[in-house]
C-alpha cells in the first residue's frame, strides 16, 4: 500500500496485528505504515477497534498475532517490545490518551518529567527541564504554565501538557485519541494548525477520530477500520465526505431529516435559575422550551451541562430562580414527581444512571413506574404485568437481548440507550430530557435515537437535546442555545445559525449571529 | 485556671507531649505515605504490634538496641508486604485486608509471645533506650528539658517527617508517589511500574509504622505487654486525615495529641477529686473528633485512594 518512494522514510510498521477480548475479536489482521512528516488519520466508528490498535502500539495491551515494528535514528525497522509502555516511550511514541493522564494535584511541570528521571535520584532537575521545555514551547507554540497545577488548566492545555509530554521526551510518533472530543471548533484549529508544524518538522502522528470533517482538513492519509479490520487506507487528497462515510459504516447513509417543526406554548420555563458550585455550576440561566419543538443546548463538556440536567430532572434543587413546568410551579419538586408530572429522563451516563445493571430487562423498563397501578397491588409488585409489557417494549423499541429476564448489564451500550428509550419515550411525556443521547452509540443506534426524539416532538412533547456534537444539535433541533461556564445564551433559530457562531459562543465569545 | 497555666508553663509537660506523640509521628508518617500512593493501610494497628512485640524479642534474646529497631521494621516491612500483594495487584479491598492483617499481625505477635514465654507473670525487661542529652541544646532553660532531652528514637521520628517531607515534594520518587495516588494512568503512561511503585510504597510505610510500635515496647516502657498499642494505630488514620496527607501537618496533629494527652493526666492530679477519671480519658479522643470535623471537611484526599488499578483496563 505504502508509496515507495516513501517506503525509506517509514518510522513505524503495524504487521498483522490481531487482538481478541473473548469472543469479541477488536483488531484483525491490522497493518499499517507510516512515514517520517506524515499526519494519518485512523478513522472509524466507535468499537471499531481503533483506540484497540493504538492501545497495542503503546503497550497497554498486547497482540494475539502481529507485530510492532518502529525505527530507531540511523538504523531499519526494528521490533518493538509488546506489553510495555516503558519500551514504547523508550522507541519514540508518544500517546495522548482521550482521557488525560495526568496528576491533578502536581504541577504540568512535574507532570511531564515525572517517570524521565532515575527515581533513585535524590534531587529532581527541575531546572534543565524547564529550559528544554520552554524552548519546545517556543518552537511549538503549545503554551502552557508549566507551575500551574494540572487541576487549575483548562481542557484546551492539559491536551497541549500531554503533547508536551511526548515532545520532551523527543517523540518521533505522536498517537491522539480523539482529540478534538473536548475542545471547541476554535481550539481544534488551533490544535491541527500545531499539528501541522509539528509534522512538517518531521514528527510522523496518527490521530484517531469519527469526525469525517476534521479527517479531510487535517490529514495527508487516511485509515479506515470497520469491524477491527482496515478496510481503506488512502491519501486524503483521493476523499471526499461521502466515500469516507460510506468506507467507515459499510453502507450508503441515510439521515435523518428534519421536518419543520410546528412549536405550541411554553411548556417547561426556567427563570434565572442558579445552582451548584464549581466548574460545573448554573449561573441565572432563563430557558423557554415550547410543546413541539427540539432545543438544541450546545457546548464543550463541563461548562454546566450536567447541572443543567439535574435541575430540570429534579435531581438538584436550585440554590435560586424558579421552574415551572405546564404552569405549574416545580422547583425544588424531586426527581419522582417530576416524572410523574410528565418528564422523560435520558441521562448523560446510561451505563451509570440510566440503568441497573445487575436488574433484569423488564426489571429496568418498569423502574420508573413501579407505583403505578399496572405494576404493583397491594404493594407487591406484579411481575408478570411488568414483563408483558417488557415484551412489547422489547418488540416495539427492537431492544436486542437474550429476553426480558436477562441482566441489562449484558447488552451493548445501543441496545441499554434502547431500555432507556423505551421507558421513558413510552408513557407519551410531555417533556424529554435528552442529555448526550448519542454519545458512544454506532450510527444505526444513533439514527434511532434520532427518530425517537423527532417523534416525541412531532405529537407535541418538548425535547431538550444536550449535546456536544455540533451536527446533531445543528440536524435536530428547531432552536440552539449555547452553555458556557455555566451561562445560557438566547435560543436562536437554527436557521439563522452557522458552525462558526456557534463555536465562537462555545468559547464565551456572544458574538451574534451572522 | 492557675493550675492549667502551671501545667502548661512546665517543662515536663511539654517533654511529656513531645514523648506521647512520637509513636504517633512514626505511625501518622507511615499511614501518610501508604494514602499518599493510594493505599489504605488498615493494617497500622497490627504493625504497631508486630514492631513493638519483634523489636522487644531481638533485644531480649540478645540484639542491640538499634538491632532491635532494625527488626521491628523488618516485621513491619513484611506485614506491609502481605498488604500491598492483597490489594495492589490482586486489587482486594483495602479496608478488608487492612482489617485482616491488623488481626493476623496482632494474634501472631501474642502467639509468639505466648510460646517463648509461656509462664511469666510479670513481662521481662529489658535495657531500653535512654533520654539522649544533645550537648549545649538540653541545657538551655526550659526549652532543652521540653525538647532536647528525648530518647534517640523520638529524634529519628522528628527526623523522618522532614526526610518524608523531602522525598515526597522534591525528588523523582516523590512525585511518583504522589502522581500514583491521584491517577495511576499518569504514572503508567510515563512508562513506569503502577505496581512497583504502590507495594514499594506500602512496603516502606509499614516499616515505618512499626518504628511507632518498637518505641513503645523499647524506649516508653521497657517491656511487652497484651493490649500495650491501645488504638495508637488508630489515631494515625484519623490524624492522616487532618494533616490532609501532609508531613508537616501530620506532625502537629501528632503533638497536639501528645500534648491533649498529656495534659488530661495532669489536669487528673489537679481537679480528679470531683471530676471522673474516665473524663479525662475521653479527652484526647473527644478533642481529636472535633479537630476531624473542623479540618476534614476540607480534606484533599489522594483521588486513587481506595481505588484499585488494573493494568489496561479503564
New interface residues.
Partial sequence: MTDPIQAAETVLRLDGITKRFGDLTANCDVSLDLARGEILALLGENGAGKTTLMNILFGHYVADEGQVYIASPGTGLSELEAGSPHAALEAGIGMVHQHFTLAENLSALDNIVLGTENLSALTSARKPARQKLEDLIARSGLSVPLDARISQLSVGEKQRVEILKALYRDARVLVLDEPTAVLTPQESDTLFATLKKLADDGLAIIFISHKLAEVIASSHRVAVLRGGRKVADLPTADCDLRKLAELMVGHEIVETVRSKGSPGAPLLALNAVSAGEGRDALHEVDLTLNSGEILGIAGVSGNGQTMLARVISGLQVPASGTMTLAGNDETGANARKMIDEGLARIPEDRHHDGIVGAMSVSENLAIESIRKPQNQRFGLLRFSAMRETARRLIETYDIRCQGEDSPARLLSGGNIQKIVLARTLDPEPQVVLAAQPSRGLDVGATSDVHKRLLAARDRGAGVILISEDLDELMRLSDRIAVIHRGRLSAADPTEALDRGTLGLRMAGQSGEAA | MIEIIEILLSANFWAAALRIATPLIFGVIGALICERAGVLNLGIEGIFTAGAMAGWMAVWLGAGLWGGVLVAAGAGALFGLIHAILTVPLGLSQHVSGIGVTLFATSLSYFIYRTALPDVSSPPRIDAFQPLDIPVLSELPFIGPALFQQTPLTFLALFLVLATAYVLY????G??I??V???P????????SVYAIRMGTVVAGSAIMALGGAFLTMSAFDAFFFGMVNGRGWICIALTVFASWRPGKALVGALLFGAFDAFQVRLQTEVGSFIPGQVFLMMPYILSIAALIVVARRA?Y??ALLVPYF??Q?
Avoid: I, Y
Avoid at chain 2, 522534591?170 to 520518587?173: G, I, S
Fill in positions: 522534591r525528588t523523582p520518587l512525585l511518583a504522589q502522581a495516588g491521584d491517577n494512568a499518569a504514572v503508567e503512561s510515563q512508562g513506569l484533599d489522594p483521588r493494568r489496561g479503564r
